[in-house]
């Protein structure tokens, strides 16, 4: 059977989802992403502010595996990635963000921002994403690419197996604080402190392709990111503005700038290790609960997902 006519849904418009998308476009599927919020990204999203940008997931990304380093290498050449020399070893970052590594890809494709699919229809005429007034399809081929504890529900009424993967992964939660100050700190690019309360403080304006603003990205611990979990984003901003103050060893400015955001979902543990799919059904997920926390695990999730439907439909491609 060949590709022409067939249609793919993905529900998610992270890494995961963008790489599966890619594989599935490339295999001649026409592909529709769908995604709760207002733009693609995932844990690759970036925030801007009068100027300042803040990479509030993923800080940097680092290309172990052939396939995701030729992958880095195309978008080092496209002009949407670059090494950060003041980051860890061998770091490479999106230029202007991390969110441009995927973002003029999603351009190309169907992508429908602002719709949640609360529950994933199947009859004869194949699946339908259905959320609050809107029942989109139908589609050949349905792919999850959201959290395990997002993707569970979805999965629950039609593949029980790949959904008790998913339910057997406990995703940590990860507070973030953006600052920005009207002063450079007199810091490294990257602090750490080893204890749990800032698991890593980031000059967001030591990366590449950014502003000259003095930027910081704050991310708390995933012990200390639970006990506080529930807190006001206003708590959680001056508690962890005193703690990186104490990290400095000096006090701080007042920032210019302060908000925190919450990942609910930040790193899953506990995946299968391997992406799902249902030939039958014609029904897949993938992410990082299914091959494991870093931006490499969640490209290399969908991409062989990816591959591997494009297989099941022979039509699969190198």
Known sequence: ????????????????????????????????????????????????????????????????????????????????????????????????????????????????????????????????????????????????????EQAAPLLSLHDLMIAREATLVRSVPCWTVMLAFDQPLSHRASLTDGLGVIATAVRSSSKPGRGKAECWLLQAGPEWSSAHLENSREDIAEKLLIEFSTLCGARLPSPIFSKAHRWRYAVAHGGAGTAGWNDALRLGACGDWCHGPTIEDSWRSGDELGLRVGKALRIGRA
Not at 1 to 21: H, P, S, T, Y
Not at 88 to 111: D, K, R
Request: glycine share 12%; net charge negative.
């Open 1 to 148: 059977m060949g590709a022409d006519g067939m249609r793919a849904a993905i529900v998610g418009a992270g890494i995961a989802g963008l790489a599966c998308a890619s594989r599935l476009a490339r295999a001649g599927l026409d592909v529709t992403l769908f995604d709760k919020g207002n733009r693609p990204g995932g844990r690759l999203t970036s925030v801007s502010f009068d100027g300042m940008t803040w990479d509030i997931g993923a800080q940097y990304f680092t290309a172990r595996h052939p396939d995701f380093k030729r992958q880095a290498e195309k978008w080092v050449d496209a002009g949407v990635a670059a090494p950060w020399p003041e980051g860890p070893a061998a770091a490479i970052v999106g230029l202007p963000t991390m969110s441009s590594l995927i973002a003029a890809q999603c351009e190309q494709m169907n992508a429908c921002f602002g719709k949640l699919v609360r529950w994933l229809d199947r009859d004869d005429e194949g699946w339908f994403c259905c959320g609050s007034g809107f029942r989109e399809g139908p589609f050949d081929v349905a792919i999850v690419a959201v959290p395990a």
